[in-house]
Each structure stands twice: as C-alpha cells, then as structure tokens.
C-alpha cells in the first residue's frame, strides 16, 4: 500500500460550510471529503492531477484515502462537539 505517501488536510474553507478533508497522494492534491449534504454524510470530490494525466491508484488505496479522511472528520466533529457542551464530552 502507498500510505506513506498519503497525506490528509483538515481545515476550512470559504466555499464550504463544514470542514474539508483534503487528500494528498505523493504531495499532490487528489481530492477532497466534506460533510456539505448533512451530517455524516460524506461525499468525495476527485481533482484532475496538474499535468492532466489520469490517475492510477489502487483501489485498496483510495479506500484507504477516505477512510482516513472521514475518520479525521469525525474526530474533530467529536471534539467539537465536546468543547460546546453538546454531548457532555464524553468520547
């Protein structure tokens, strides 16, 4: 597997509402998981690679991607939701 060179981003971003989870593979931008459609619902936004080749990627890979992806996405919703007092902070 490639998760060595898998690399997942959290942060925001003006055209989302909610967190985005950017996915690197070999430092180059992939793609993306959001959480726009609702409440743990996650959908997956492939990008073209700069030099507009195909990607080739096993399966087992982006699988693996977003998995990572929507888990740091749960986390930080988790504690998130700690901080404001909406579960009591319990994990």
Same mark, same amino acid.
């Given at each position: 597997? +490639?998760?060595?060179? $898998? &690399?997942?981003?959290? !942060?925001? =971003?003006?055209?989302?509402?909610? /967190? ?19 409440? +743990?619902?996650?959908? $997956? &936004?492939?990008?073209? !690679?700069? =030099?507009?080749?195909?990607?080739? /990627? ?19 919703? +988790?504690?998130?939701?700690? &901080? ?8």
């Amino acid at each position: 597997m +490639r998760g060595e060179g $898998l &690399e997942i981003k959290v !942060r925001s =971003d003006v055209d989302y509402e909610e /967190l985005i989870a950017e996915i690197y593979f070999d430092g180059e931008f992939f793609g993306l998981v959001s959480e726009e459609a609702g409440p +743990r619902v996650f959908e $997956l &936004e492939v990008h073209p !690679r700069k =030099d507009g080749n195909p990607w080739k /990627l096993k399966p087992a890979e982006v699988e693996e991607a977003i998995e990572a992806a929507v888990s740091r996405l749960v986390r930080i919703g +988790r504690r998130d939701e700690g &901080e404001e007092g909406g579960e009591g902070g319990e994990a």
